[in-house]
């Protein structure tokens, strides 16, 4: 009986150790399951900051265009209106052309009547010879009569002189004025033929850029499909990583209660043996001093999240306060309003180990509450850099983001405030800071809620 007994506690403790090893089998099956998925997002998060940087690149060129297409529509305004004044400059200079023509009729028309005049005059003189002169003066009644006669005479001939010459001068300072209008007329004319030539390349300049424009807000508008598709699928893998956890924590807690039956089974069984021992032993030798059977199998340790106290700590060791907060923000490299899902905490720069004034000691990312390490890893210079999420049961995940290294691995357990590894400025990131996140069953949350 004694035998027997002892085989079937070596049997029992073969069979949960066998049930022990095949537990884990499952749940690395999960595990891996959710490394998956999140390697998944990640590579999905960095192809969207990728095609956001590409928009961003896209913006500046349109933005650029933009202002070269105002550039050029100023100088075309300024084009218009010089031509304008050109074309009323043109037509006031045919105006005074017109008058100077008129002008010049004028002048010549006094100067062929005054020149037919006198003509007539002298050819009648010739005709009568210098007598008619002789006469008018021989005629005169006294020698004053002759004297206002003569002077007479001469005054005459002077003026007709006189008149004739100015004339003559008036009428070439008109064909000069008329010749300096007529050029000032070609050389308005050369000058709008100019501007309209330099107007047309303009306008050819800016149906170019309108083009260019407009292929790239195509090329802009096909970039952020693409940023949706891939924010839908992101979307989607974070849907997955949900199910799985949750799928995860009822698997835990399916094994802690296996565990706790399959511990109460085996002391149930373990009496009964003890009991069948001890009636064997007093059946044998009722003077023995009666013995509780070896217990060489130790009981199963508890799976799952044991530490986590439920409460969170601060997770920075001398941080400077928050910097941004949770809730939609302008974005400080993307300039754009976004959801920012978490809260930053800063550092003293000369605490980070990336800036020149380091003073060698770098600040700790601590663990704000115990539990599971479900991802540790990352790319330096994308996202969130490199980042570590910790799992504390009933579905609260805690995500440490930006970190300058890690100091844990995927799979391992850790303590309320025990080191995660250091601040940092790793990824999308504009200084030393800690990116801080608490989620619920995969959903963002305020972390400010639980301080």
């Given at each position: 009986?004694?035998?027997?007994?002892?085989?079937?506690?070596?049997?029992?403790?073969?069979?949960?150790?066998?049930?022990?090893?095949?537990?884990?089998?499952?749940?690395?099956?999960?595990?891996?399951?959710?490394?998956?998925?999140?390697?998944?997002?990640?590579?999905?998060?960095?192809?969207?900051?990728?095609?956001?940087?590409?928009?961003?690149?896209?913006?500046?060129?349109?933005?650029?265009?933009?202002?070269?297409?105002?550039?050029?529509?100023?100088?075309?305004?300024?084009?218009?209106?010089?031509?304008?004044?050109?074309?009323?400059?043109?037509?006031?200079?045919?105006?005074?052309?017109?008058?100077?023509?008129?002008?010049?009729?004028?002048?010549?028309?006094?100067?062929?009547?005054?020149?037919?005049?006198?003509?007539?005059?002298?050819?009648?003189?010739?005709q009568k010879g210098s007598v008619g002169y002789l006469d008018v003066l021989l005629s005169a009644?006294?020698?004053?009569?002759?004297?206002?006669?003569?002077?007479?005479?001469?005054?005459?001939?002077?003026?007709?002189?006189?008149?004739?010459?100015?004339?003559?001068?008036?009428?070439?300072?008109?064909?000069?004025?008329?010749?300096?209008?007529?050029?000032?007329?070609?050389?308005?004319?050369?000058?709008?033929?100019?501007?309209?030539?330099?107007?047309?390349?303009?306008?050819?300049?800016?149906?170019?850029?309108?083009?260019?424009?407009?292929?790239?807000?195509?090329?802009?508008?096909?970039?952020?499909?693409?940023?949706?598709?891939?924010?839908?699928?992101?979307?989607?893998?974070?849907?997955?990583?949900?199910?799985?956890?949750?799928?995860?924590?009822?698997?835990?807690?399916?094994?802690?209660?296996?565990?706790?039956?399959?511990?109460?089974?085996?002391?149930?069984?373990?009496?009964?043996?003890?009991?069948?021992?001890?009636?064997?032993?007093?059946?044998?030798?009722?003077?023995?001093?009666?013995?509780?059977?070896?217990?060489?199998?130790?009981?199963?340790?508890?799976?799952?999240?044991?530490?986590?106290?439920?409460?969170?700590?601060?997770?920075?060791?001398?941080?400077?306060?928050?910097?941004?907060?949770?809730?939609?923000?302008?974005?400080?490299?993307?300039?754009?309003?976004?959801?920012?899902?978490?809260?930053?905490?800063?550092?003293?720069?000369?605490?980070?180990?990336?800036?020149?004034?380091?003073?060698?000691?770098?600040?700790?990312?601590?663990?704000?509450?115990?539990?599971?390490?479900?991802?540790?890893?990352?790319?330096?210079?994308?996202?969130?850099?490199?980042?570590?999420?910790?799992?504390?049961?009933?579905?609260?995940?805690?995500?440490?983001?930006?970190?300058?290294?890690?100091?844990?691995?995927?799979?391992?357990?850790?303590?309320?405030?025990?080191?995660?590894?250091?601040?940092?400025?790793?990824?999308?990131?504009?200084?030393?800071?800690?990116?801080?996140?608490?989620?619920?069953?995969?959903?963002?949350?305020?972390?400010?809620?639980?301080?």
């Open positions: 009986m004694f035998n027997k007994s002892k085989f079937l506690i070596a049997v029992l403790c073969i069979f949960l150790i066998s049930l022990q090893m095949i537990n884990p089998i499952f749940a690395n099956s999960i595990e891996g399951n959710i490394d998956k998925e999140k390697q998944k997002q990640q590579e999905i998060e960095e192809g969207i900051e990728n095609r956001r940087e590409e928009v961003d690149s896209l913006d500046k060129e349109i933005n650029e265009l933009t202002e070269e297409v105002e550039e050029l529509d100023n100088k075309i305004a300024k084009s218009q209106k010089q031509i304008q004044q050109l074309n009323e400059d043109i037509t006031s200079t045919e105006s005074e052309i017109a008058k100077t023509e008129l002008k010049i009729e004028e002048a010549e028309d006094f100067l062929e009547q005054n020149t037919e005049y006198l003509d007539t005059r002298l050819i009648a003189m010739y009644s006294s020698f004053s009569d002759f004297l206002s006669r003569f002077n007479a005479l001469r005054l005459i001939l002077e003026e007709d002189k006189e008149l004739i010459e100015e004339v003559k001068e008036k009428r070439e300072y008109l064909k000069v004025e008329k010749d300096k209008q007529v050029e000032r007329k070609d050389s308005l004319v050369k000058m709008i033929a100019q501007a309209q030539v330099a107007e047309e390349e303009l306008k050819e300049d800016v149906q170019s850029l309108n083009s260019l424009s407009t292929q790239l807000q195509t090329k802009k508008q096909n970039t952020q499909e693409v940023i949706s598709q891939k924010e839908a699928a992101s979307k989607q893998a974070e849907q997955q990583i949900v199910a799985l956890m949750a799928e995860r924590e009822k698997e835990l807690e399916r094994q802690r209660k296996k565990r706790e039956r399959e511990e109460q089974e085996r002391r149930e069984r373990e009496k009964e043996a003890e009991a069948a021992e001890q009636k064997n032993d007093n059946s044998n030798n009722n003077n023995t001093d009666n013995k509780p059977a070896d217990n060489d199998t130790a009981p199963p340790q508890g799976g799952g999240i044991e530490k986590a106290t439920g409460r969170l700590i601060w997770p920075v060791q001398g941080s400077r306060g928050v910097t941004s907060h949770y809730g939609y923000r302008t974005h400080p490299i993307t300039r754009r309003t976004s959801m920012h899902t978490g809260i930053d905490i800063g550092i003293y720069r000369e605490r980070w180990a990336g800036s020149p004034s380091f003073n060698g000691n770098p600040v700790n990312v601590l663990a704000a509450d115990g539990g599971e390490v479900i991802f540790a890893g990352g790319n330096r210079s994308i996202g969130y850099g490199l980042y570590v999420i910790v799992d504390h049961g009933g579905g609260k995940t805690t995500l440490y983001a930006h970190m300058e290294n890690i100091g844990v691995k995927s799979g391992q357990t850790v303590s309320q405030g025990q080191s995660l590894g250091h601040v940092g400025s790793t990824g999308v990131s504009t200084g030393p800071h800690l990116h801080f996140e608490v989620r619920l069953n995969g959903r963002h949350t305020n972390p400010m809620n639980y301080y």
